[in-house]
């Protein structure tokens, strides 16, 4: 197959479950590739290949909910791709065609922090990468089945209770679950625009684009300077004015603790500058705190409702908007989440294209490190920590750019037969003995040894997105973002019907999942000795705390306390 022949294929698996009168809700955004803003209309003729069984999947229309397992046309039409494949060229090409996400109502969305250029290099795949190796040290590898770094108990909890065998977590009731509410929505707070120093409301500085120098130097112009405005507007007793209102949340903390110099706002600044420098004047539109939302939006509360609040001049009064709330808690956990309680699963993969492996007469990834995370260590651990412990985690996956760092919200699943890779509604019609499968195994080359039987899953996942900051007075699960994605595999059982392996059925599959322990508090030097308590609404924050937080803004570090006694005030607050 040629290449040409190989892009129509991608377009045509990618586009096989929307229906047609769906497109893209960022068609016209420069962070995701154009061709990707074409629904598939009618029929897919990629030249020689056959493969008219798209014809009636692409008239589905997938009205995806939370806790509905995938549409069995979807399952099935991707399976039988995979298995129709008569090339290795199909093959990859069905394998890592990217996988279609829809809203809760059902419609199209994509969402990318990846330029197109970043998106047809595989560029973004080493960005990731790179993030992540700065966050977390080096796992351990193996394969295969489970391994010593993708086993489910590191981050499930080694103190708690693993149920292996898939049978006893259906008659659990875990085959669907969610969270009471979603973690809240957040912006990823782009380096580019200033990090926390972007004032979001301040349309004459969106107007600047992507280029970090001119926003820059729009805020350190005389009548834009932050001090400056701070004080128009206690010299003209407006000290609630608009203009002091659209203030960064950067620059309204400043004001808070007292500090003249603006420290948290210069280190926001800096963060550009120092890549503006190294990179001829550019910064990446990619990069920002999104590590520090996604444990933030479930490891803190979410503030309901804007508060006025009194700064340390004892005069000057400030509303803080849930926006405002959220970046400060997203900066706290980005800047000092704490070391201990810290888990994660999965391999570190360095590599755009990793070593491939037999499969049939076929190839897929070897590399222990871009396979993880084992579809048994996924099954486990969606099923522990979201159905069972009604805990969220951090999903990421190297191969595809519209998942980074997303906190996961609910899950549904169902099964196949992967022998007759039809959709099936119970365990026994979906079990296969693995000596059934013969040459009809996709995945024989790379089984478990102690693999007795296989299971189809078709899992349906539900993830929050970021969203852009707002002055939007209040805030609850209604405005976060939910994305659904569909993930195909199969789950590996011993003799005894325990989880033990599986193997995935695309390339774009979750292979790193991180948390924190229940409780594990982000805070700075000092943090621990305050108490939340005794700051009185309505007074200026105490001495011991503006204090302390002047010296942490050095360091990009907000107080653990002030966040946290800003989402309680904002909590208690009455709606507006």
């Not at 129709?84 to 990318?112: C, H, K, M, T, W």
């Not at 330029?115 to 796992?139: L, V, W």
């Not at 390339?507 to 991180?514: E, N, Y």
Request: hydrophobic share 35%.
């Amino acid at each position: 197959m040629n290449l040409a022949e190989s892009h129509d294929l991608q377009l045509g698996i990618q586009n096989l479950t929307r229906h047609t009168s769906l497109a893209y809700d960022r068609a016209n955004s420069d962070s995701y590739p154009k061709e990707r803003a074409q629904p598939m209309v009618h029929e897919f003729k990629p030249g020689k290949l056959k493969l008219k069984l798209f014809a009636s999947a692409l008239t589905v229309f997938s009205a995806h909910s939370l806790n509905a397992a995938p549409p069995a046309q979807e399952t099935e039409a991707r399976l039988e791709a995979l298995h129709s494949a008569s090339s290795q060229a199909e093959f990859d090409a069905v394998f890592s065609a990217p996988i279609p996400r829809y809203d809760l109502d059902g419609n199209s969305v994509s969402q990318s922090a990846f330029n197109a250029r970043e998106i047809h290099t595989g560029a973004y795949i080493k960005r990731k990468q790179e993030s992540r190796n700065q966050r977390f040290p080096e796992p351990l590898g193996g394969r295969s089945g489970i391994q010593s770094n993708d086993r489910p108990e590191e981050i499930i909890g080694r103190d708690a209770a693993t149920d292996r065998k898939l049978e006893n977590l259906e008659k659990a009731g875990l085959m669907k679950g969610n969270l009471a509410e979603s973690p809240w929505s957040d912006d990823y707070w782009a380096i580019y625009k200033g990090v926390l120093g972007n004032r979001y409301t301040d349309w004459n500085l969106e107007a600047l684009g992507t280029d970090w120098g001119k926003r820059f130097k729009y805020v350190q112009e005389a009548d834009n300077v932050a001090s400056k405005i701070l004080e128009k507007a206690v010299a003209t007793g407006a000290p609630n004015a608009s203009s002091l209102d659209n203030l960064s949340p950067a620059e309204k903390y400043d004001i808070l603790v007292g500090d003249t110099h603006f420290t948290l706002t210069k280190k926001m600044w800096a963060e550009g500058k120092r890549y503006a420098d190294s990179n001829g004047g550019n910064v990446e539109t990619w990069m920002g705190i999104c590590h520090g939302w996604a444990p933030a939006a479930y490891m803190l509360p979410r503030p309901r409702n804007q508060i006025t609040v009194v700064a340390a001049d004892g005069k000057t009064k400030l509303n803080f908007y849930p926006s405002d709330i959220k970046g400060l808690a997203s900066q706290l956990w980005a800047s000092a989440a704490p070391h201990y309680g810290q888990r994660f699963i999965g391999g570190r993969c360095n590599t755009k294209s990793p070593a491939a492996t037999t499969v049939g007469d076929k190839q897929r990834t070897q590399d222990q490190s871009c396979f993880d995370n084992n579809p048994g260590t996924w099954h486990l651990a969606v099923t522990h920590l979201i159905g069972k412990a009604k805990r969220s985690f951090v999903l990421d996956a190297t191969y595809d750019y519209e998942v980074w760092n997303q906190p996961v919200y609910g899950y549904s699943y169902s099964y196949f037969n992967p022998l007759t890779r039809k959709s099936v509604t119970t365990l026994k019609a979906a079990q296969v003995e693995l000596a059934q499968m013969g040459d009809k195994d996709l995945f024989k080359a790379t089984r478990s040894p102690q693999t007795k039987s296989i299971v189809g899953v078709a899992m349906q996942l539900a993830y929050v997105a970021e969203t852009s900051p707002s002055h939007a007075r209040n805030d609850d699960a209604s405005k976060d973002l939910i994305t659904t994605v569909d993930y195909l595999y199969d789950l590996e059982l011993d003799a005894n019907g325990n989880i033990i392996g599986g193997e995935w059925y695309h390339k774009t599959h979750p292979d790193f999942l991180w948390t924190y322990d229940a409780g594990a508090r982000a805070q700075v030097p000092g943090d621990a000795a305050l108490k939340t308590t005794d700051w009185k609404p309505g007074a200026p924050l105490p001495a011991a705390w503006t204090g302390l937080a002047k010296r942490t803004s050095a360091s990009g570090l907000p107080m653990a306390t002030i966040v946290e006694a800003l989402i309680a005030e904002a909590n208690a607050a009455s709606p507006r």
